[in-house]
């Protein structure tokens, strides 16, 4: 299999929507890096010193200047790229799972596998078969839409705004880290800007991170989302004893380069959260 990196790089620049005009040069460091990550996604021996070289700074200083910019640090933005790829290759080739570990640099399945499902929530058969068999089920969704009300007994509650008029929904989800990846702790979907309640978030540290999706949008958006308006809370929360402590308010903008890719099934999110309303 021909590695598609030119592909997936071409693709990032065509969704690159907050380009400036002039960068800092923290800002340029990282979008060099990033473009060397896309380069060599299936080159295992990619480190953060030779990252670090590239960029003209020292290990230490890259890794604190790729932090603030983009919120994690390398090695878990190229491995959200990795395996960002991986979803796109279960889903649009015919190679089996162990064929596409190694197209993204893993040379143990079981490393693979297990990684996909810490990044994805899904083993990678589990995923492929689930997207397979289920539909989006949006129309369910909006009928839910019509009925939905705040549930006032919860343990995070907040506020969601996205410019303009959406048609269609925002899912706001609770993760253990600045980056949406696995299972969130705690999820919702909204319909508009407004108020949004997460209830059942047990005691921890968290990070409230949200993404837009029109009803028009096409499936590709919603299994790789690339132009979908997101946000995230500005710091963390936290939840001790059912309250929290934070800011959990969320403002939604375009998509920036720097952005770390967005791994998390939305698919398996809807569907679960329409068996929710339904049950």
Not at 194 to 204: F, M, Q, R, S, W
């Amino acid at each position: 299999m021909n590695r598609p990196a030119y592909q997936v790089e071409q693709e990032a620049k065509e969704n690159d929507c907050e380009v400036k005009s002039v960068e800092t040069s923290h800002e340029y460091a990282v979008r060099e890096a990033i473009r060397q990550m896309l380069n060599r996604l299936d080159d295992a021996s990619l480190s953060s010193e030779e990252l670090a070289s590239a960029a003209s700074y020292s290990p230490f200083h890259f890794d604190r200047i790729f932090r603030s910019v983009t919120g994690i640090p390398p090695r878990l933005f190229l491995s959200a790229l990795r395996f960002q790829w991986s979803k796109k290759l279960l889903l649009k080739s015919k190679s089996t799972a162990t064929e596409v570990g190694q197209t993204v640099g893993y040379s143990s399945f079981g490393t693979f596998s297990s990684n996909f499902s810490r990044f994805i929530g899904l083993s990678p058969q589990q995923f492929r078969a689930f997207i397979e068999d289920r539909m989006l089920g949006l129309q369910e969704l909006q009928q839910i839409q019509l009925k939905t009300k705040i549930n006032t007994r919860t343990s995070v509650e907040g506020r969601v705004e996205v410019p303009g008029n959406l048609e269609g929904m925002i899912c706001v989800g609770l993760f253990p880290k600045p980056i949406p990846m696995g299972k969130p702790i705690g999820c919702t979907i909204v319909f508009s800007s407004g108020d949004y309640a997460i209830p059942n978030v047990p005691d921890g540290i968290y990070y409230v991170l949200a993404i837009a999706f029109s009803w028009d949008d096409p499936i590709d958006e919603y299994l790789h989302p690339q132009n979908s308006l997101r946000g995230k809370a500005s710091g963390k929360i936290v939840v001790e004893n059912g309250k929290m402590i934070g800011n959990s308010n969320v403002s939604l903008r375009s998509p920036r380069f720097y952005d770390p890719p967005i791994l998390i099934s939305f698919p398996i999110l809807i569907q679960n959260f329409i068996e929710d309303k339904i049950d």
